[in-house]
């Protein structure tokens, strides 16, 4: 069952086109890359995704909902979250309660309740604190929760949005690369992470990243954007012989280049 | 060089360079034209169906003949705040163009040229020279002097209070900027109170010549009322249409200019193209501050009297007038004085009369102000000329 | 001589052994106690007006700061901060009646400080226009208990000062709908555009203020309104009962200095609740990035209506009980100014930062309502000796300057403020197993936590 289709999204700013209708669909439990040339629209394409831009064109289903148009608080309450491409944590609040402001949406503690302190709000205070815990030790940060998010390595800082999109009990998560700016070690890591998102979480994943040997070994379908249209869609195979793509990656002659290495 | 042999098409380039030329400087003044002539006849337009509507309303005067009585003067009422608030709000836009700050002290900037020229008024009579001056000549001097006071220490307020905190979080400039509203109010008030000036200073100037009366309107029995401007409201106009001209033929022609508008596209690369950005920021506040400090001058020339807190609402409304025209846009300050300076004179003018002076005019054109500024941010936020930019995540 | 050399070379050791030993076992409680009873005894032996008794309050109020901040129990504290506010600040009242209005003014800012700080401190919007909702609360008590009532309800006679009481609700109430109101559609602006706008809202209040005596007679406009109702005065028995007599004018003073002791408290219960929940991290995380915090679920413009809202009604309460302690409020009262000084309290003290805040309000009121005045007449004194000091110099005249070199010195050198809020408040509530009973306080708390990771 496809868990979110994105059908003939388009985006503009102005006279940009930065998204030109794309279509994706997502299966239920899979994990999809959407690569593609800096300034391909890949970035955009999640914005309207989460919500923050409303799309020019198009409609995107989400477990059978109609979610265009909708806020992203609104969207992520409905199951979808996402992490950023330049890093955007709470930088004053500490580690642990950045994972907790992504709780906001499964938590339901209201004004009176917590001025009065009920019963209901401590348990649930309490049951939030636990499973806070229970994140940051999912991407090894506990020994980590009381530092100050903006004095994280920046590799922890990766995970720790991770644990901070997961907070929120999503259905999908959407990875901006995930693995940006990091060293081969962490970057195995990081690949690790996101397959026990799905394989211990049973979340659905797509991500953008440049680092193909990421994209290769853990993606099981592929979206290729360039100059903010879909230039090619499949297995991990298909796209990595496909010659378009290539040219896009690579330019026209490197292409042609290519093509010949695949025939000879 | 073979001179001779391009002279034809340096002349056509000459040509073109001047057409250009021309457009650059005075298509923004065509804009601000049109808006003006706009304003007035929409709004003339307005207020003389509303008096139609509501004639049965009085019997103690005919409403229609009242309206348009004092439709001439409300116009140019309408001018000179149109004017005095496109050229503070050029102020505002042009540091909201370079650094997306809103400088809050500008209206104390404004309010010191203001100051400048009272000071120099006064000099001069205590030395005599004011009823001699040549009233033309007095007028220069003292935009001149408000100009350069006002520039010098818009930079200088940059320097000390606004540059340390380039790259902190918005809200902290903003607030270090109200601290130096506050101060520069104070020590205005300090200095003014302790040179014999007092807290409500007298602004002196040379007999500036009689009002000039332009029309003879009739009206019933045959008698005629004058329609005039004063001639303060006409230097007033006249000063400012030469600053504006003046600072579109520096923003548009000039290197210098070039240099402003690239920093306010894009700081960074403008940096690495070589240019001095820090250079460039202190003289925007220059030329922003030199602006505030003639319309200081232009205003407390026309109203006589002034005391250190009269930056605050001119200020208040200078911004309400960027923010309107698109805030960062040129043209669009002008353009969004005129139009606010139109509408207040208007509601000032014809509140009272269309409520039996339930209303009074006055008081309530202060909220039209704001309520527009509302108005504006909440369904176009990038204001009448504005583009709109989706903010990059 | 010699151990100079010494202290040269390692005075931060000398300190800390210093702060250890004042620190450990019993002898923070006796320095403090000692403390106390010096200033109590100073206070009530000599109960006069001048520069000495100033500093003597200064040193009094200095004293509930490091009682905040000492290494003793929550019991302690709690008892001897009790003792001095309830007994010692009320009896020193009753002896010399201008300092504890002071304090009662200072904690009626404090009370109000608090709520523009869950605006600006907490959810980070800069509200300009805070001065308007304490405004509508002033004039909401001002119009039911005064004649003007009658202007606009024909026939209705002026409530009795007993519905003041209900009027604190009412004030809440009217306060939180006027920042819903004002709110609702300013709060999709950015954060330097809601400023400005905030600042135009404040400005049309007092503008109304001012217009509103016609075509109906609401606000008296710029005379304002006067004879304003106060509640009714049920102590006296008390202090009969102990033997004491007291003026109405003296019993009032006690009245209001309870009544906002009262509310600051229960304010910084309500702030300091709503800070540690769900709601407060949700203001917390917009404050920091609003586009990461939409994107985590939060819905923006409902919270940050509520951060308005919660900030208002303070203000509208503290607006009535302002206006009955006053007896007279007119526009004036509510300009920007006002605004400008509560939030500079708010970031002297440190946005975001609960004692913060209060700290910051009691020294701008104290700086504004008896230090510069002080100085002042201590200055026009000297002067008369022939003291050479320029006639124009009187600091007391000097407000705005103040406030300002306040905000860009807060703004350059100390943006967090003078006591910033406590980033690891998760640890000390709910994370870390119970700590000793002796170490159950702030500082023990945050340390053991501290080593306990390390
Ligand atoms: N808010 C915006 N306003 C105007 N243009 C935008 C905006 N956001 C993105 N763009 C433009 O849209 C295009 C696509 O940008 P986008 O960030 O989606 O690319 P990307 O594929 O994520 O690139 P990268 O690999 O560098 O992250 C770019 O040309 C960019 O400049
Ligand atoms: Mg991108």
Redesign the pocket.
Known sequence: MALLEAKHITKQ??G?T?VNDVSLTVEAGSIVSVI??????????FNVLTGIYKPTKGTIIFDGKDITGLRPDQITALGICRTF?NIRLFNAMTVLENVLVGMHTRLHAGLWQILFGTPSVRAEERASLERARELLRFVNLDHQRNQLARNLPYGDQRRLEIARALASSPKLILLD?PTAGMNPQETAEATNLIRRLRDELGITVVL?E?DMRVVMTISERITV?DY?TKIAEGLPEEIRSNPRVIEAYLGKGAAAHGVERVEG | MAVEATTGAELILTRRSFRSFMSEVFGPLLQVFLFVVGSAVALGGVVILLAVVLRGTREDIDLLQGTITILPQVIVDGLVRGFLYATIALGYTMVYGVLEFINFAHGEIFMVGAFVGAFFGAALASSGMLTTINPILFVIAAVLLGMAVSGLLAMSVERIAYRPLRNAPRLVPLISAIGVSLVLQDVMRMIAVNTGLGFNAQFRTPDLGQPLVLAHMPIADERTIPVSVDSRSLIFIVVAILMLIGLNYLVNITKLGTAIRAVAQDRPTASLMGIDVNRVIAITFLIGGALGGAAGILFGMRVGTINPYVGFLPGLKAFTAAVLGGIGNITGAMVGGIVLGFLEAFVASYLSLFTRGQFSGASYADIVAFSILILILIFRPSGLLGEV????? | MATDNRQVDQPASLWTQLRTMAGRGPAPYVLILAYAAIVSALLLVNPTTGLGTDMVVVLFLLLMFVIYRAPTILAFKLTLGTILLAVVMPVFGVLNPFYIDVVTKAGMFAALALGLNVVVGFAGLLDLGYVAFFAVGAYLWGIFSTPQISNIVSGMEPLHGSWFWLFLAIGLAVGAFFGVLLGLPVLRLRGDYLAIVTLGLGEVIRVLATNLDRPINITNGAQGIKDIGRPPLFIEPVFQAFGITISQVQEYRLYFYFLVLLVLALTVFVVHRLNNSRIGRAWTAIREDETAAIAMGIPLVRMKLLAFAVGASFAGTMGVIFSALQTFINPPTFDLLRSIGILSMVILGGMGSIPGTILGAVIVTLLDLQLLPRIASELAALQRRGVPIPAWFDPAQYQRLLFGLLLIIMMIFRPEGLLPEDRRRQELHHDEPEPAPVSKTVKPAAESAQSAEG
């Open positions: 700013f102005g940009l930065a593609g040339p800096n300034g391909a629209g890949k970035t955009t394409f491409q690369e953008i440049h954007l903010g | 930019v989706a903010q990059k995540v």
